[in-house]
């Protein structure tokens, strides 16, 4: 390595987000690049360990350990260390599509594996990766692509999310003639509608949306597959079609009084709210207010977290946000060794956030909502909780036990539920008559298959909801298997 002990002279340091208070007040990301200083120091620490576990890509314990995508990291951190920017952008993009959307809004998996995390705190190979890609951009490094042959193949992709997207670079590259369907009005999936702008900016997601048709790749919008477009006349003009539709069935509050007014779908929220600024900057009202309410999230994952975030920056009068989990350590406990991902408590944007607003972290652990109680018209008025207990039986396993006398009322006149998804949505695969297993579509990894020949899936409607890493991977692979299907043989990594 560039600096082989620079992991022992120098403790990680992140970049300096912009401040809560200050950023709370616009949609802008809140999130800095490395300042020319501290990336300097902060590049050194990537030590060579002879068996670099950040590029696994496995499961540990459920979940994700290093990178899906295999990055080479330690040999762009070298790179990055001696200043040759450019080679390490190449390295980079030899196994990432969009490192400018994992440097942003990817949980660092290969940072939990990193060797350093041992003993120390892991290098910041996420905001490296971002510092990296931009540098790109910025000088003109990063340009289209222009296939130098056409196969004559054609091919149909269904969402532009980012398996979508992924699969879609790559045939292109090995040049077939790529279509992307999206049913909404913008390219682009989750990275545009599902993830706040404070997060990741939407000029970013455009800007790469903007390279890939420059490439050859063709974006149809505003263009349902099964209503605007039949399956069968897809399936007639193109020699094959990757369904990439994503886990978008949200699971449900299965509780009396989920009807009434006040209650909303946690995506449903996020994405109104990211569609009303891109089109009006809110001129229009088509979102859902919280200004002056009192809000409730209930779910304890990052989707939660955004709402939070959001509910903040329309003005909400107060934000709580409900986890059935007790609430994590500070540091690794002996069923949770490394590589494996740390579940250790972590402070993140959106409660940095309620914390320099309100005074207090929002969430609240290990909690169920038992009652919801509306008022004359049929609005939300409060939620009735009590706090649940993890026990271990005899067998090592959990399960959860109500603490009598700990019941609480909380008012609310917002209530979100972000508890995650069930799969993808049936209708479309019913059309197409693709088989599906627990509400995900059957295609095995690795081969990505349906049972309809020429018909292939992947990202989140065949595995559920996961990482846009895990999504990268699958379009990357999926698109060499029909490459191999078209062609019989294939140069794609």
């Known amino acids: 390595m560039g600096k082989a002990t620079g992991f022992m002279e120098y403790t990680r340091q992140n970049p300096q987000d912009r401040d809560p208070l200050a950023r709370v007040s616009d949609w802008k990301e809140y999130s800095s690049p490395f300042s020319d200083k501290l990336l300097s120091q902060q590049r050194a620490r990537c030590m060579d360990c002879a068996t670099p576990f950040c590029h696994m890509g496995s499961e540990i314990q459920g979940m994700t350990t290093g990178c899906p995508i295999h990055n080479l990291i330690p040999e762009w951190n070298d790179l990055v260390y001696r200043e040759r920017w450019k080679e390490a952008l190449d390295r980079l993009l030899k196994t990432n599509n969009f490192p400018e959307f994992t440097g942003r809004v990817c949980p660092a998996p290969c940072e939990g594996s990193c060797t350093v995390a041992i003993s120390d705190p892991a290098v910041t190979i996420k905001s490296i990766e971002r510092t990296i890609v931009e540098k790109g951009f910025a000088n003109g490094w990063i340009t289209p692509r222009i296939p130098e042959k056409r196969t004559g193949k054609k091919i149909a992709i269904i969402g532009s999310g980012p398996a979508g997207l992924a699969s879609a670079d790559q045939l292109n590259q090995a040049g077939h003639n790529v279509t992307v369907y999206e049913r909404s009005d913008r390219a682009g999936g989750l990275l545009i509608y599902g993830i706040p702008n404070m997060k990741l900016e939407k000029d970013i997601v455009v800007r790469r949306i903007q390279l890939l048709t420059k490439e050859g790749i063709d974006f149809v919008t505003n263009t349902e597959v099964g209503k605007d477009i039949s399956t069968e006349e897809l399936q007639n003009q193109f020699d094959a079609v990757i369904l990439c539709t994503g886990a978008q069935k949200q699971r449900d509050l299965m509780l009396e009084g989920r009807e009434v007014k006040g209650i909303h779908f946690a995506m449903d929220y996020l994405t109104t709210t990211t569609k009303s600024l891109l089109d009006s900057n809110f001129e229009d ?83 169920q909502t038992k009652k919801i109680v509306t008022d004359e018209k049929e609005h939300v008025k409060e939620l009735h909780t009590i706090q649940m207990k993890k026990i271990k039986d005899e067998y090592g396993k959990y399960y959860y036990k109500e603490i009598p006398g700990s019941e609480k009322i909380w008012p609310s006149q917002l209530v979100f539920i972000a508890i995650g998804f069930e799969g993808t949505e049936q209708p479309l695969l019913a ?17 990505y298959k349906t049972n309809i020949e020429g018909i292939f899936a992947a990202g989140d409607a065949r595995r559920g909801q996961s990482l846009i890493v895990w999504a990268i991977n699958e379009g990357r692979e999926v698109a060499r298997e029909v490459d191999c299907y078209l062609m019989g043989s294939s140069v794609l990594p």
């Open 285 to 367: 009202g088509q979102f859902i207010d919280t200004k002056g309410k009192d809000v409730i999230v209930i779910g304890g994952g990052d989707t939660g977290a955004d709402c939070v975030a959001t509910a903040i920056r329309q003005n909400c009068r107060s934000v709580v946000q409900f986890g059935k989990h007790p609430k994590l350590p500070t540091s690794r406990t002996s069923e949770n060794m490394w590589p494996a991902y740390p579940n250790v408590f972590t402070l993140e944007y959106a409660y940095e956030e309620a914390e320099a607003k309100f005074g207090d972290d929002p969430r609240e652990y290990s909690i």
């Open 431 to 447: 059309q197409f008559d693709v088989a599906t297993t627990n509400q995900k579509i059957a295609a095995a990894y690795g081969d």
